[in-house]
């Protein structure tokens, strides 16, 4: 299983709130509080540092600078002064990306890293259970995610 796919799993538990059986709701829990554990780690590795995020908010607050009232249309006057503005919105931006562009690069290694990461095999060891407990009445969907769950000895019958 890889890295990305515990994030599948984790996103889609509420379609697992329904099924009966004390095991396979231990087995849900269980698992549960194992990938989001394994979550922490990995959206520990992505965190932006408080600069990056300085930054991403001096980014936003300049582009809020620069709105023009939330319109879309605008009259002749209207968009030759907004081309003027979207000139100097970008002059502002450059200059902006020029004095951060080292936090840039980190967050950029940081997001590279991340992304090798959900490539890789994770080494997360979940709690199993057999195909006989789960019921009969399960939808495909909840059995695409119970099937992480699923004893490997049970998959190969």
């Not at 939330?70 to 002749?76: A, R, S």
């Amino acid at each position: 299983m890889k890295n990305s796919e515990l994030y599948l799993i984790f996103n889609h538990y509420k379609l697992l709130g329904d099924l009966s059986g004390a095991s396979i709701k231990y087995a849900v829990i269980k698992n549960e509080r194992l990938i989001l554990e394994e979550l922490k780690v990995l959206e520990e590795i992505r965190k932006p540092s408080e600069k990056y995020q300085e930054f991403l908010k001096k980014q936003a607050d300049i582009q809020e600078k620069y709105k023009k009232d939330g319109k879309v249309e605008f009259t002749k006057e209207e968009a030759e002064a907004a081309e003027i503005n979207n000139a100097s919105m970008k002059q502002e931006i450059t200059s902006l990306k020029e004095d951060n562009k080292d936090e840039i690069a980190v967050q950029e290694i940081k997001q590279k890293d991340f992304s090798e990461m959900l490539d890789r095999d994770s080494t997360i060891k979940l709690h199993k259970i057999s195909i006989s407990c789960v019921p009969e009445e399960v939808s495909t969907n909840q059995m695409s995610i119970l099937s992480y769950f699923i004893s490997d000895d049970e998959k190969q019958k």
